[in-house]
């Protein structure tokens, strides 16, 4: 299994990611401005939720296919380093943005504001990919399980994602406010971000591959 030192750069690693905002994170903010705080939390549920499918479908999924052809481990690593290296150039191209204005939303009941969270998440390409290209830099086949890895994972991913969407939510009104007056930071933001995704990138490509 995964020690105390790999979960927990995991977890700065998620958490970091977790700060970009992306549908979720917009998502969540715009339910806060209009129906306030527990609007917003009750949003977070769903999204996490979401999580769930995304990460049971990936450590699933590379089970299955490391089970089946066990050298395709070295693969999958390098196809995640270079997704990750598309995103971080999505983030400081020239042009590229970091949208954070929250739309204008009808009041939604406990019940459909779960809903909505869960699809705005399941329904999120970029979420899927990001579990298929950054979970498997940890995993190790000569551990045990990767499903349990995975899981494992997952677990932390879930609880940086809540904590930090939830600070996020609780301080809405004015994190968006600044946003809006600062493009400075969010320009300073992209290329943090950027820089964060490159360096995960050549990470997972040194990686020694497993046999």
Avoid at 134 to 139: A, E, G, Y
Avoid at 178 to 199: D, H, I, N, P, T
Wanted: charged share 10%; with cysteine; aromatic share 10%.
């Amino acid at each position: 299994m995964l020690t105390w030192h790999e979960l927990g750069w995991f977890a700065l690693a998620t958490g970091a990611m977790a700060l970009t905002p992306g549908p979720n994170m917009v998502y969540c903010v715009s339910r806060t401005l209009c129906q306030g705080r527990r609007a917003g939390l009750v949003s977070l549920a769903g999204v996490l939720f979401g999580f769930i499918v995304h990460l049971l479908g990936a450590a699933l999924g590379l089970t299955a296919l490391l089970l089946a052809v066990p050298f395709a481990f070295g693969a999958i690593k390098l196809a995640g380093a270079a997704y990750l290296l598309w995103l971080a150039w999505q983030a400081v191209r020239p042009g590229g943005t970091a949208p954070f204005a929250p739309r204008v939303l009808p009041p939604h009941g406990t019940g459909k504001l779960l809903r909505m969270g869960f699809i705005t998440n399941v329904l999120n390409p970029k979420v899927a990919m990001f579990s298929l290209s950054f979970l498997p830099q940890f995993l190790d086949p000569q551990r045990g399980s990767v499903l349990l890895q995975g899981l494992q994972l997952g677990a932390v991913q879930i609880t940086a994602s809540a904590l930090v969407n939830g600070a996020v939510i609780l301080g809405a009104a004015g994190l968006t406010s600044f946003l809006s007056r600062s493009q400075g930071w969010l320009r300073a933001q992209r290329y943090v971000m950027g820089a964060v995704l490159a360096g995960l990138a050549v990470r997972i490509a040194l990686t020694e591959k497993q046999p």
